[in-house]
């Protein structure tokens, strides 16, 4: 079974404060994301990479930053916290080389839930 | 530009009763369709997805779905649900080289 683990399951971090969310799969897949849900906007996607070291913006990637710096690890950046980043934070993978194979499954994490007070 | 509406937030239903979930999407071009289940406090798990072939499509725990290209939909069904399909569905799409994008979701909920 693919597994996509998030080190934190609940976390409380104050304004301003640099939070990392840590991400594992242990698939070798080469893709990797950052996705935020909250109530009534469903998924939206922060940052991807398709590759070691390569990264693409997603649809709101402002305040946010990302680092893969091996295959299997992908972690999330809030450079600074605010209240409004509070929210449930998921991190997800699928294979396919060179970007998107289109019909690949995404595997998902079981996400973080992130409290910025 | 590709988007996706699911037309309810929310569907309440008794156990045992038949459920349609419905989800529309907006895309210029071919399109790989996608619905996810997110279980209470869980992660997202793919129930099925459509790349091609038979319109028809068969997923796990039961459910299927339908592609619909000249109606643009996918509606996600169920003849007969259990307290334990109560959770919240995602439909999603994804064509040419985009990521995945998706719905705002629909809560199902099933009563005794």
């Known amino acids: 079974d693919v597994k996509v683990t998030q080190s934190s399951r609940y976390l409380v971090k104050r304004t301003g404060e640099k939070v990392f969310l840590e991400c594992v799969q242990d698939?070798?897949?080469?893709?990797m994301f950052w996705y935020r849900q909250d109530p009534g906007l469903g998924l939206r996607l922060i940052y991807f990479s398709y590759d070691v070291k390569m990264k693409e913006k997603g649809d709101i990637p402002e305040g946010y930053s990302v680092s893969r710096e091996k295959k299997e690890r992908f972690s999330l950046i809030l450079e600074s916290a605010s209240t409004n980043q509070t929210s449930m934070y998921l991190c997800?993978?699928?294979?396919?080389?060179?970007?998107?194979?289109?019909?690949?499954?995404?595997?998902f994490g079981e996400g973080s839930w992130l409290t910025v007070v | 530009a590709q988007s996706v509406t699911q037309l309810d937030s929310q569907v309440p239903v008794f156990e045992e009763a038949p459920v349609e979930l419905r989800c529309n999407y907006s895309?210029?071009?071919?399109?790989?369709l996608f619905w996810y289940v997110q279980y209470p406090n869980q992660g997202l798990q793919l129930l099925l997805k459509?790349?091609?072939?038979?319109?028809l499509v068969k997923g796990i725990n039961g459910f299927e779905a339908e592609f619909n290209k000249s109606q643009t939909s996918f509606h996600l069904r169920k003849p007969s649900v259990h307290i334990s399909d109560t959770a919240e569905y995602f439909c999603a799409v994804r064509s040419g080289y985009s990521t995945l994008t998706f719905g705002k979701g629909t809560m199902l909920l099933v009563s005794p």
């Open positions: 895309s210029s071009v071919s399109v790989y």
């Open positions: 698939m070798d897949h080469e893709n």
């Open positions: 459509y790349l091609s072939g038979s319109t």
């Open positions: 997800a993978s699928s294979p396919g080389a060179g970007g998107f194979a289109f019909g690949n499954t995404i595997y």
